[in-house]
């Protein structure tokens, strides 16, 4: 069974930057494409960035794109999410999942796992 722990949520004004990390436990982790989500209070889990296996290939929301990096190390088994140029509309739970879907990256359902989530509040 794989445990995925986000951290590095928190409280920011608009325009700052904010690291999430994604731990994962086990060896499942470099075999799974890796995407990080959000959900906000009273809406949809909505995809926000997604990451090969091996890193070489990732994919943004377009509401995100050129604002957020996603990253892996495979080696201490744990996934990134740079976010900068934060704005209130990306205030949200964000969650990262692992995948074995390539197609389908973008939809929820199909991410075998998933951690707790954190925080992300963004103020004006």
């Known amino acids: 069974q794989v445990q995925l722990v986000e951290s590095g949520g928190g409280l920011v004004q608009a325009g700052g930057s904010l690291l999430l990390s994604c731990a994962a436990s086990?060896?499942?982790?470099?075999?799974?494409?890796m995407g990080w989500f959000r959900q906000a209070p009273g809406k949809e889990r909505e995809f926000v960035s997604h990451?090969?296996?091996?890193?070489?290939?990732?994919y943004y929301a377009d509401s995100v794109k050129g604002r957020f990096s996603i990253s892996r190390d495979n080696a201490k088994n744990t996934g990134y999410l740079q976010m900068d140029s934060l704005k209130p509309e990306d205030t949200a739970v964000y969650y990262c999942?692992?995948?074995?879907?390539?197609?389908?990256?973008?939809?929820?359902?199909?991410?075998?796992?998933w951690g707790q989530g954190t925080q992300v509040t963004v103020s004006s």
């Open positions: 999942g692992l995948t074995s879907s390539g197609s389908y990256y973008y939809k929820a359902d199909t991410y075998d796992y």
């Open positions: 086990g060896r499942t982790f470099s075999n799974r494409r």
């Open positions: 990451i090969s296996r091996s890193g070489g290939t990732s």
